[in-house]
């Protein structure tokens, strides 16, 4: 994930490098699937949509709760990889709930082939549970993480923990029994 800005000056001052096509090409020899961009608008995401293509890269859309019917036709249509669902409206972070915007925005995405990936906001297990119950493919967590980092204290030991409680959720969700504890 990063903005354009980032993608567009990555190859330099020389007008032959400017453009998505330096940057798209060193994410791919980098071993990168896909593409993030949510400041860039779907309108304008031709000729990224175009070196992503010729590279083998997703290029991955945000869905808002207030994106419109129109644009979310244009952004499926262009999306490969999977659509980031963007469960509130604000700033990422952790929350200790669920928004009803989540809810709304996956009832709103139907049956697309494209996985659904719901982010914004997830930092428990409940929060996994219901994501996935409410038709999500996956849940994506990253403040929950950031937050354990930043807290330094038995941080290897705190991720895992945290990341098999989501793991745990996103299966109950799916119907599936989590794993038992120590796997």
Do not use: W
């Not at 925005?105 to 082939?113: A, I, N």
């Amino acid at each position: 994930m990063t903005y354009f800005n980032l993608i567009y000056q990555y190859g330099g001052a020389s007008a032959e490098d400017e453009g998505v096509e330096p940057f798209v090409a060193a994410a791919a020899d980098a071993g990168i699937s896909g593409l993030i961009v949510p400041d860039l608008p779907v309108d304008e995401s031709d000729p990224l949509k175009a070196a992503c293509d010729a590279h083998g890269l997703d290029l991955v859309f945000m869905v808002a709760p207030t994106t419109t019917d129109e644009r979310l036709d244009r952004m499926l249509d262009r999306a490969t990889g999977f659509v980031y669902v963007q469960g509130r409206l604000g700033t990422t972070g952790a929350r200790t709930d669920v928004s009803d915007e989540t809810h709304v925005s996956l009832d709103r995405l139907g049956e697309t082939d494209l996985p659904k990936a719901v982010g914004f906001g997830i930092s428990e297990r409940e929060h996994a549970r219901e994501i996935i119950a409410g038709g999500a493919d996956g849940v994506i967590v990253g403040s929950a993480f950031v937050d354990i980092v930043a807290a330094q204290e038995d941080t290897a030991d705190r991720l895992e923990a945290k990341a098999r409680e989501l793991k745990a959720g996103a299966l109950e969700g799916a119907g599936r029994v989590p794993e038992p504890e120590g796997k």
